[in-house]
C-alpha cells in the first residue's frame, strides 16, 4: 500500500531523510553550548527549551487560523527554511542569535510535520491508517540511534560548525523535493 502511493511513499521517505540530518542537532547541541557558545548548563537548558517553545507556539497558531492550502509548497518551505536555520549554527557564534534560530527551527519543524501529518492522514484509507502511522512511526524511531551514531562519527572527523552547515543544507535541499510530490502524482494521472 505505502510504497505504491506515490504520495505516501515520497512523504515517508523524505521525513525520514530529514529526520535522519536534522536530528543530529540533538547530538551536536550540548558541545554547541559548552565548546562554542561556552555556557552552562542553566543557557544549555534555555536553547533546548526553544526547539519546544516554537513547536508549542506553532501548534497554538495553527490551530486557530485556516488550515494552510498548499500544503507541499508549506512543507518545501519549512524544511527548507529549518534547513538554512540549522546551517546558520554553523557560522554564527551568538548566543542570542542561537535562541533565535532555535526557537525558528522549531516552529518549522512544527509546521512540516502538522502538514505531513495532515496529508498522510487524509490520503491513506482509513481501514490502513493505523498501519501507515505505525510503520512510519517505526521508521523514524528505528534509525534514530543510527542518525545519531552517524552524527557522532562525523564530529570525530569534522568540525562542529561544517556539520551545522553540511547538515543544515542537506535538509534545505531535501525541502526542495516534496515539490516533486505533487509533480508526479500530477504526471501519473496525466499518464
Do not use: C, H
Amino acid at each position: 500500500m505505502i510504497w505504491t502511493d506515490v504520495q505516501l511513499k515520497g512523504l515517508i521517505t523524505l521525513e525520514t531523510l530529514d529526520d535522519f540530518f536534522g536530528t543530529t542537532i540533538f547530538v551536536f547541541l550540548p558541545v554547541l553550548a559548552s565548546e562554542i557558545l561556552k555556557v552552562g548548563p542553566g543557557e544549555y537548558g534555555i536553547m533546548q527549551t526553544m526547539l519546544g517553545a516554537g513547536s508549542f507556539i506553532t501548534a497554538l497558531v495553527l490551530s486557530s487560523v485556516k488550515e494552510i492550502k498548499m500544503k507541499y509548497v508549506a512543507l518545501m518551505l519549512s524544511s527548507v527554511l529549518a534547513g538554512v536555520f540549522l546551517a546558520s549554527l554553523g557560522i554564527v557564534n551568538s548566543y542570542i542569535y542561537v535562541l533565535v534560530a532555535l526557537l525558528m527551527l522549531g516552529v518549522m519543524t512544527e509546521i512540516g510535520n502538522i502538514n505531513e501529518n495532515l496529508l498522510i492522514q487524509r490520503i491513506t484509507p482509513e481501514n490502513t491508517r493505523g498501519r501507515v502511522f505505525a510503520l512510519r512511526s517505526t521508521i523514524d524511531n528505528s534509525l534514530r540511534p543510527f542518525s545519531y551514531a552517524f552524527a557522532g562519527i562525523m564530529a570525530v572527523f569534522f568540525s562542529l560548525k561544517s556539520l551545522f552547515f553540511v547538515f543544515g543544507i542537506i535538509t534545505s535541499i531535501l525541502g526542495i523535493f516534496y515539490l516533486l510530490i505533487p509533480y508526479r502524482l500530477k504526471k501519473g494521472n496525466v499518464s
